[in-house]
């Protein structure tokens, strides 16, 4: 019984070193696993850690884990106090930077445990590792985007409400604030307070919560109350189940950049350059803000503006400087035309003179022409009033022989309807004679019939009779009608002849009447004509005395235009401008119209235009 129980005591202890060592086993197949004494020198290592680390167990066992450091951390401080923990028997874990046979950087997740004797000395530790450098090296780039990232670029954090959380220090340096200023605050507290209360900015931030990417240039307010531009993007963070839980903001402050600069400074030398222009200095220019190798966005831009500003100088400058000559020119131009208009003056009243009297003479020759007109004209409606009474009689002539001709189409039209009621008569009797003999076959029955039957047959005669004396008439006018329409044709054709001798007569009076007509309307457009001319040229002797007038001010409109381009400074040589040509003499007025010859009317319209180009 007493040995029962030691060997229950040792099927107790092989069953827990079985479950131990089973452990062991599931840990090492999943996990690299290296032992040390107490003082760093190594005793074993599974084939993880052996393929982790790229070594053999030949090549590991009696090194000292030292080994697995860089030369840097070997020599300092802490790794000898890291092994004296150890040695002391306090258990170590953490994340270890190592390094492989190949001298590669491997990362370990690991725990150094230290293992006790039955006094409570440590006298080995075994390392429990799992290899994590790839997602170290993950981590390393990616926090190695984050600083990059917060060095060039304005971070900020925000809750889905707006609510600042974190801001780097590119934020504050670019709004000017303290970190301490504006966590937990709201990001209107960045926007312009109209925008803060609009329906746009609202919805902004509901898009956000909902998750959806914003990105854009925005424009901010600093907190000096300054417009800033930052090019930025609003980023939801979504957790493992796609919902957003905060919202980062990376953002440039594009008012800095490089080009924005460059673009800024050409702008303001563009306005130095226009407002040079507007003082009247024409000789400023563009500088020279891009040298050949210089790279920017904006180069393209900058040299069209460059170059446009150039060419608008250029041109501008022609343009005073042909301004100047001209005025100069309009000066002397208009000391000769107040001459001209002067002497053109004195020539004008001259031709008044010769007009006035060459006007009486005309007066004359058109009262005498009117009467001849005058008498023409009467003898000419007495001739159209005769044939007008010709035509009238012809007329009626013409519309009688039309109503005998109606007649004797009528009487036609009569005796064919005669013809017809014969027709009738004769197919009346005929059915009265078949009546008549029906009725006598019918017997007593058909003696009534008869009776009506000849009754019939005798009023189909007398229609028959009628018919022909009717006939008999109708042939009589007929031909009486025939008589009478050729006695209207011949009583036609005589009033015809005499018509056309009217009309002739008529024809040659008119033409009488007509010439002289024609002669009096072209001496009366002669006399209008040269009453005109007269007025024309009292006119003309006050236009001249404007145009004299207007001359002397445009002469002082020169020398005023040619001191207002004084105002521009071109730094070009003004050319003068030489005098205008000589002007050609004018020769003198001809004697004045003292009598006219007797002309034809043609004649008399010729002389009508010639004095209406005068």
């Not at 167990?57 to 090194?63: H, M, S």
């Not at 402050?253 to 303001?268: C, G, P, R, W």
């Not at 004769?426 to 029955?445: C, I, S, Y």
């Not at 730094?571 to 401008?577: D, L, M």
Request: net charge negative.
């Amino acid at each position: 019984m007493f040995c029962q129980k030691y060997k229950d005591q040792l099927n107790d202890a092989q069953n827990t070193i079985f479950e131990q060592n089973a452990l062991i086993d599931a840990i090492s197949r999943s996990q690299a696993m290296i032992e040390f004494d107490v003082d760093g020198n190594i005793l074993t290592a599974n084939e993880n850690f052996l393929k982790t680390m790229g070594y053999q167990a030949a090549d590991l066992v009696g090194q000292h884990h030292r080994m697995f450091v860089s030369a840097e951390e070997n020599s300092h401080p802490d790794y000898q106090k890291f092994w004296r923990s150890l040695k002391e028997g306090r258990f170590v874990s953490g994340r270890y930077k190592r390094i492989d046979k190949n001298g590669n950087e491997v990362w370990l997740e690991a725990s150094y445990t230290p293992l006790f004797d039955k006094h409570g000395k440590a006298y080995k530790v075994v390392k429990v590792a799992s290899d994590i450098t790839a997602e170290v090296q993950q981590e390393i780039i990616n926090q190695g985007q984050i600083d990059a990232i917060n060095r060039v670029m304005a971070v900020i954090e925000f809750d889905l409400d707006g609510h600042i959380l974190n801001a780097n220090d590119n934020f504050m340096a670019a709004m000017g604030y303290q970190l301490s200023e504006i966590q937990g605050k709201h990001h209107r507290l960045f926007v312009k307070p109209d925008y803060a209360e609009s329906e746009e900015y609202r919805t902004f931030w509901q898009d956000l919560k909902a998750g959806q990417y914003k990105s854009g240039t925005f424009q901010r307010v600093t907190r000096h109350g300054q417009d800033i531009w930052l090019e930025a993007s609003y980023n939801p963070i979504l957790d493992e189940k796609g919902n957003a839980i905060k919202v980062i903001k990376y953002a440039v402050d594009v008012s800095k950049n490089e080009n924005t600069l460059l673009l800024q400074n050409v702008i303001d030398d563009a306005g130095s350059v226009l407002e040079h222009f507007a003082e009247g200095d024409l000789t400023a220019r563009m500088k020279q803000h891009l040298n050949d190798r210089q790279v920017s966005m904006f180069r393209p831009l900058i040299e069209s503006l460059t170059f446009n500003i150039q060419d608008m100088s250029e041109k501008l400058q022609g343009v005073i400087v042909s301004a100047i000559s001209s005025s100069q020119f309009v000066s002397n131009a208009s000391n000769e035309v107040k001459q001209g208009a002067l002497d053109l003056s004195e020539r004008v009243q001259q031709q008044a003179a010769a007009l006035e009297e060459t006007s009486a003479t005309m007066d004359q020759m058109n009262s005498a022409v009117q009467a001849n007109t005058e008498n023409a004209q009467n003898a000419s409606k007495v001739s159209t009033d005769a044939q007008k009474k010709a035509n009238e009689g012809t007329e009626v002539m013409n519309q009688t022989i039309e109503a005998m001709n109606a007649i004797e189409e009528s009487s036609h039209k009569i005796a064919e309807i005669v013809t017809l009621i014969d027709g009738i008569a004769f197919q009346t009797n005929l059915l009265a004679l078949n009546a008549a003999v029906e009725a006598a076959r019918a017997g007593d029955h058909g003696r009534g019939f008869a009776v009506v039957a000849g009754e019939v047959r005798s009023l189909a005669q007398k229609s028959a009779e009628a018919a022909k004396d009717i006939k008999k008439l109708i042939d009589e006018t007929s031909d009486r009608v025939k008589q009478g329409s050729n006695l209207a044709s011949e009583s036609g054709e005589m009033l015809g002849n005499i018509n056309s001798s009217i009309e002739s007569i008529t024809q040659m009076i008119g033409q009488i009447a007509q010439a002289s007509s024609e002669q009096a309307t072209g001496i009366s457009q002669v006399h209008q004509a040269i009453s005109q001319i007269d007025e024309v040229t009292q006119q003309n002797a006050a236009l001249v005395e404007e145009t004299s007038a207007a001359a002397e001010s445009m002469s002082d409109q020169a020398n005023q235009l040619s001191h207002d381009m004084a105002f521009f400074k071109t730094g070009r040589e003004i050319k003068h401008t030489p005098h205008l040509p000589k002007k050609p003499e004018v020769k003198p007025i001809a004697a004045p119209v003292k009598a006219v010859a007797k002309q034809e009317p043609s004649a008399n319209k010729a002389d009508s235009d010639e004095w209406g180009e005068f």
